[in-house]
């Protein structure tokens, strides 16, 4: 849904609409990525515009900044864009971990991930991420492979 530049609702100063239902643009006219860390800062500029509004402050426009754009592509393998910088391979997996680590809330939190992940990863453990619906019973269908 396109909103304002403050990310209101066009019709509607009320309602603010952030994360991937609202289709806002950058400096250059394209819509921002619909991740994680839009919707953060979205979220964080709309908290401080309500504050501000409280005290009688016209709410200001929204601007992204880009940190830098990360994923794992599996064991031992990453990508990592951080302004300039790409890292690839264990050295940009390594360098998600430790970000994504960063970024929970909390020294138990954090901890509680890190031993997860070093279980699954000794254990070799692959989390199965597959939804799958039962299907018809084939009556000759004995099990037998």
Known sequence: MAVGPTLQLPGHPEVFVIGDLARVLDGRGRPLPQLAPVAMQQAKHVAAGIAGSLRGEAPRPFRYRDKGTMATIG????????????????????????????????????IVALLNWAWDYVVYDRPVRLIAAPTGHDPDDTGKI
Do not use: D, Y
Request: net charge positive; aromatic share 14%.
């Open 75 to 110: 064991r031992n393998a990453g990508i990592a864009q951080l302004g300039p910088v790409r890292l690839g391979g264990f050295l940009g997996w390594v360098t998600w971990l430790f970000v994504h680590l960063m970024l929970l809330v909390g020294f138990r939190s954090r």
